[in-house]
């Protein structure tokens, strides 16, 4: 007898439905059925800058990443059990869109304007990583780039967006990493090294 090995525990009952649809027993599994709406909207997240350890010209930075995006969670009938396919227990975020195709990441940053230094001198990087089937397997997949024209507008709050390798039908695993540094030194200013600001993200 041959021994079937799902992503997850196994059903009180047998039923082939849902994510265990699969009437043929095929490989890959068809697509599964009454999945959830497909996108994540995360909480937010205050950003905390540190002002130790630094390169010389950072005088303080935070970070923001992403979580890591499974973008092809049905392909769950060709990965091994114990490396991705259980994907919960590698903490990555199943994205049920019908081939991956058509997300975005957005990242909307507020608090711009909270303290008057808030963006002068401010510099934000951004890194994208991925691997088209082993999470643990994630790297750099760009340069990083420069994004910081888009915080510089004077509003209150910055929007930026990502898409995934793949020309709209992206990669299984894909993650978004931002660095926000000052080049200036505000330690003579009130609230420093906190600008106040707050990121919130979804995709979809």
Sequence with gaps: MSEQRFPGRNPDTYDPSGYFYNPTGSLPFPFPQGMPSPGWMGSSTFLNFSTADLPAGVFA???WSSPIFNLRPY?????NNGLVGNTNAQGTVDI????GAGGKLWVQVGGLTALPWGTSGLRVLSDE???PFDVSKLALITRQEDITTEFLGGAPSALSTFMPPGNGYPVSFYQVRLTFDYLIDHSAEAGWPSPRFVADAAYY
């Design 129 to 131: 990583l991925s691997h």
């Design 75 to 79: 392909f769950r009938g060709l990965q």
């Design 61 to 63: 930075r935070a970070f």
């Design 96 to 99: 049920w869109l019908p081939s």
